[in-house]
């Protein structure tokens, strides 16, 4: 049974540093793209970043907003990939989900995810 776990959330400050995991269980990431997804109170659940691998490259993409700030990675032999999030921003607060898409190709776009974690709650205050 496919299954996605994510960890790592927490309380941080405004301009530090959290890494969420995302632990994948019942498949192997090498035929999937795993996306990071994010939903605060009142607003639609918007893409993250995400990660995929072809042909034996590695391809990453990123919201606009998180440029710069962020990185996702995969670690195949843990069957995980991560999102290190550095310089949050009290903006950055939300819950973030991780999601799989049976592809090679990755999207931003919820609707092409086909299975999701529990997600883990960001907070960003002083």
């Known amino acids: 049974q496919l299954q996605l776990v994510e960890s790592g959330g927490g309380l941080v400050q405004p301009g530090g540093s959290l890494r969420l995991s995302c632990a994948a269980s019942?498949?192997?990431?090498?035929?999937?793209?795993i996306g990071w997804f994010r939903q605060a109170p009142g607003k639609e659940r918007e893409g993250v970043s995400c990660i995929s691998r072809q042909r034996g490259s590695t391809y990453t993409y990123y919201a606009d907003s998180v440029k710069g700030r962020f990185t996702t990675s995969r670690d195949n032999a843990k069957n995980t990939v991560y999102l290190q999030m550095n310089s949050l921003k009290p903006e950055d607060a939300a819950v973030y989900y991780c999601?799989?898409?049976?592809?090679?190709?990755?999207?931003?776009?919820?609707?092409?995810?086909?299975?999701w974690g529990q997600g883990t709650q960001v907070t960003v205050s002083s």
């Open positions: 999601a799989s898409r049976r592809s090679y190709y990755c999207s931003m776009y919820p609707t092409d995810f086909d299975s």
């Open positions: 019942g498949f192997t990431l090498d035929y999937y793209a």
